[in-house]
Structure formats: C-alpha cells, structure tokens
C-alpha cells in the first residue's frame, strides 16, 4: 500500500511538471489538450485523475489559472508558474550542461527593491540553480550559458528595468582569476 502510495505521489509530480512545462510552451491551453499531451495513448480512468489532480494542486499554489472562453476552459501560467516552469527547465538543462567554456562571463545586475522581496529571493534563488555567483550585493556572474533562460524571464515576467543581462569576455584579470578559481578548481 504504502508502495503504491509513493508512486501515485511520485506520478502525480511528474505530471505537474509536465503540465508546467506544456503550458511554459504556449499562451493557453484546453485542459482536454492538456490531458492528451501527458497520456496520449492512456484513456484510463486512474491517469485522467491523477492529471485532474495535479491540475488542481498547481492552481491551488497559485502556479496555473482557468480561463473560461465560451465553449472550453483553458489553462495558462500565472507569474508564479512561469518561474517555477524556468526553474524546472533549469534543473533539465544543468543535468546537460556543457563542461567547455566559450571564454564568456554572463553577468547579471538584479535591482529589485525591498518592496518586491520575495520576487527577488526567487530569482536568487534560480540565479544560484544556474550556477552564478554573487559578487556584489546585486550583480552575478557565471560562465554557463543560461543568458537566454534568464532573458526570457526577464521578458516574461516584465522586469525590463529591474534585470541587466551582459555577456562579455573581458573582465580585468585579477577578477577573471579569482572567477576561474572558483569555477575550474
């Protein structure tokens, strides 16, 4: 019992990873479209609801919304769920990474005011997933390419102000050692 347990949760979390990252995809989605994308081949009653499930857990943390057009109901990611849908892209694409350097340092400035605290600790949070680290108070840097992954948070989650990407490959030698130190020991 306790076997079947785990498993049913442990199914149940992969697909809300999944729904996030269907949905990370596409504005919208018909939660019938939803369902066939997670189970195509499976009509049974047990994965319909373990979907249904985790479509309900996900709007519950406030991850996903309905939307209700005139003949189907949809589902989209809230700004919370696009987070979380980067930060599980990010933990795929870690397990990829590749081990060469290209010579560039990404640099990230982060200005997002006290006011906006958990914004910030959350994008913290996804900057050291990435590997970066701080250097200063508001500016991070790393040599993993994730400059793309942080450019479409940026874009998504509107902070066209509040985050600066760079991607350079000069950075005064005795920085770059202290960096090299710490990244290729």
Same mark, same amino acid.
């Given at each position: 019992?306790?076997?079947?347990?785990? !498993?049913?949760?442990? *199914?149940?979390?992969?697909?809300?990873?999944?729904?996030? /990252?269907? @949905?990370? =995809?596409?504005?919208? &989605?018909?939660?019938?479209?939803?369902?066939?994308?997670?189970?195509?081949? !499976?009509?049974?009653? *047990?994965?319909?609801?373990?979907?249904?499930?985790?479509? /309900?857990? @996900?709007? =519950?943390?406030?991850? &996903?919304?309905?939307?209700?057009?005139?003949?189907?109901?949809?589902?989209?990611?809230?700004?919370?769920?696009?987070?979380?849908?980067?930060?599980?892209?990010?933990?795929?694409?870690?397990?990829?990474?590749?081990?060469?350097?290209?010579?560039?340092?990404?640099?990230?400035?982060?200005?997002?005011?006290?006011?906006?605290?958990?914004?910030?600790?959350?994008?913290?949070?996804?900057?050291?997933?990435?590997?970066?680290?701080?250097?200063?108070?508001?500016?991070?840097?790393?040599?993993?390419?994730?400059?793309?992954?942080?450019?479409?948070?940026?874009?998504?989650?509107?902070?066209?102000?509040?985050?600066?990407?760079?991607?350079?490959?000069?950075?005064?030698?005795?920085?770059?050692?202290?960096?090299?130190?710490?990244?290729?020991?």
């Amino acid at each position: 019992f306790i076997c079947d347990r785990m !498993s049913n949760m442990s *199914k149940s979390h992969d697909f809300s990873k999944k729904i996030l /990252k269907i @949905l990370s =995809e596409k504005t919208a &989605i018909s939660l019938p479209e939803i369902q066939k994308s997670i189970e195509p081949q !499976s009509d049974s009653k *047990k994965g319909a609801y373990a979907i249904t499930r985790s479509i /309900k857990g @996900l709007k =519950e943390a406030g991850l &996903i919304e309905n939307i209700h057009s005139g003949q189907k109901d949809y589902a989209r990611l809230t700004k919370e769920g696009k987070k979380k849908a980067h930060s599980i892209k990010l933990e795929s694409d870690t397990s990829r990474l590749n081990p060469s350097w290209d010579g560039k340092w990404r640099i990230i400035l982060l200005d997002l005011p006290e006011s906006r605290k958990n914004e910030r600790e959350s994008l913290r949070y996804l900057l050291k997933k990435a590997g970066f680290v701080m250097l200063k108070n508001s500016a991070w840097v790393s040599p993993y390419p994730f400059e793309h992954l942080f450019m479409n948070i940026k874009k998504d989650l509107g902070l066209t102000t509040e985050i600066m990407i760079v991607v350079t490959d000069h950075i005064d030698s005795e920085t770059e050692n202290i960096l090299v130190s710490q990244y290729f020991r």
